[in-house]
Nanobody, 118 residues
Framework: QVQVVESGGGLVQPGGSLRLSCAAS????????VSWYRQAPGKERELVAV????????TYADSVKGRFTISKDNAKNMAYLQMNSLKAEDTAVYYC???????????WGRGTQVTVSS
């Protein structure tokens, strides 16, 4: 059974840090590019960060560059999003997406809520 499960969200003060985790099962994780998206209330879902299947290349949205770091551990079937210097505008539900590097096959998690507030 295919599963993508996010965890690690919560309430944090501005300037704080959180580490989101994405646990994958039921498919060959090492063949999949992983992306983190977020969706704030009343806004469209936006791409935050991407890491290639081998974990050797990353890209970031301008709004998080220098503050967020995406990583991938194929041995553990895990991906992570380290978020530092959090701002109120980072408040959103964060989603993990795994997409096959060659095929159109992809999977979404259900999301984890991140709230940045004092």
């Amino acid at each position: 059974q295919v599963q993508v499960v996010e965890s690690g969200g919560g309430l944090v003060q501005p300037g704080g840090s959180l580490r989101l985790s994405c646990a994958a099962s039921g498919f060959t994780f090492s063949f999949y590019t992983v992306s983190w998206y977020r969706q704030a209330p009343g806004k469209e879902r936006e791409l935050v960060a991407v890491i290639t299947s081998a974990g050797d290349t990353t890209t970031y949205a301008d709004s998080v560059k220098g503050r967020f770091t995406i990583s991938k551990d194929n041995a553990k079937n895990m991906a992570y999003l380290q978020m530092n210097s959090l701002k109120a505008e980072d408040t959103a539900v964060y989603y993990c997406n795994a997409k096959h590097r060659w095929l159109t096959e992809f999977y979404w998690g259900r999301g984890t809520q991140v709230t940045v507030s004092s």
